[in-house]
C-alpha cells in the first residue's frame, strides 16, 4: 500500500509558476515509478510528467521545457515544478505511483490538487 498526498495547488497568472508537492508514505526506493496526471473539465486524465526508479523521464508534449518532475528521496517525495503557466494548465492535478509485485501491478493516487490559470 502507498498513500500519497499531494500539496501546492493554487490560483495563479498565466506566465506564473507553481511547485506541486507529492509525499509518499513509504520509501520511494520501493514505488517503481510516479508521476503527476491531471484532469481537466470534460477530459480524460492525462500523463503530466513521470519518473521512474531508473531515474527515466517522461513528460506530455504540451508541457516540455516548462515544467520539471523531481524527486527528493531522503524526504519521499516527488515534486512538479511548473513555470510559464498557460489557462490549458488548468486541471486538477493528480499524484501517482506505480508498484510492481512480481507479475502485477498496482496504481496508487492522491486525491488531488487543484491548479487554475487565470488569463
Known amino acids: 500500500q502507498v498513500q500519497l498526498v499531494e500539496s501546492g495547488g493554487g490560483l495563479v497568472q498565466a506566465g506564473g509558476s507553481l511547485r506541486l508537492s507529492c509525499a509518499a508514505s513509504r520509501s520511494i526506493f520501493s514505488i517503481n515509478a510516479m508521476g503527476w496526471y491531471r484532469q481537466a473539465p470534460g477530459k480524460k486524465r492525462e500523463l503530466v510528467a513521470a519518473l521512474t526508479s531508473g531515474s527515466s523521464i517522461n513528460y506530455a508534449d504540451s508541457v516540455k521545457g516548462r515544467f520539471t518532475i523531481s524527486r527528493d528521496n531522503a524526504k519521499n517525495t516527488v515534486y512538479l515544478q511548473m513555470l510559464s503557466l498557460k489557462p490549458e494548465d488548468t486541471a486538477v492535478y493528480y499524484c501517482?505511483?506505480?508498484?510492481?509485485?512480481?507479475?502485477?501491478?498496482?496504481?496508487?493516487w492522491g486525491q488531488g490538487t487543484q491548479v487554475t490559470v487565470s488569463s
Open positions: 501517482n505511483a506505480v508498484v510492481v509485485d512480481g507479475l502485477s501491478a498496482s496504481d496508487y
